[in-house]
C-alpha cells in the first residue's frame, strides 16, 4: 500500500469508528439501556472494520517472528 492508501484507510476506519460511537449512543438513548447501546456500537465497528479490511487486504501490521 502507499502512503495516501494507508492515510485514506486511517479516515475511513476513524470515520466509522465514529459512526459506531454514535449509533451506540443512539440506541442507547432510545433504549435507555447503555449495555445494548454499547453492544450496537461495538458490533457496528468490528463488522466495519473487517469489512474494509477484506475490501483493501490490509490486515493489519506484519506478523513478526521470534
Known amino acids: 500500500m502507499t502512503k495516501t ?3 485514506s ?3 475511513l476506519i ?3 469508528t465514529a459512526v459506531g460511537v454514535a449509533l451506540g449512543a443512539a440506541v ?3 433504549t435507555s ?3 445494548i447501546g454499547v453492544i ?3 458490533g457496528f465497528i468490528a463488522i466495519a472494520t473487517q469489512m ?3 475490501w ?3 490486515n493489519g501490521p506484519p506478523v513478526t517472528h521470534h
Do not use: C, E, S
Request: no cysteine; glycine share 4%.
Open 5 to 7: 492508501d494507508l492515510t
Open 9 to 11: 484507510h486511517r479516515w
Open 14 to 16: 476513524t470515520t466509522l
Open 28 to 30: 442507547a438513548v432510545f
Open 33 to 35: 439501556d447503555v449495555i
Open 40 to 42: 450496537a456500537g461495538a
Open 52 to 54: 474494509v479490511n477484506l
Open 56 to 58: 483493501t487486504r490490509h
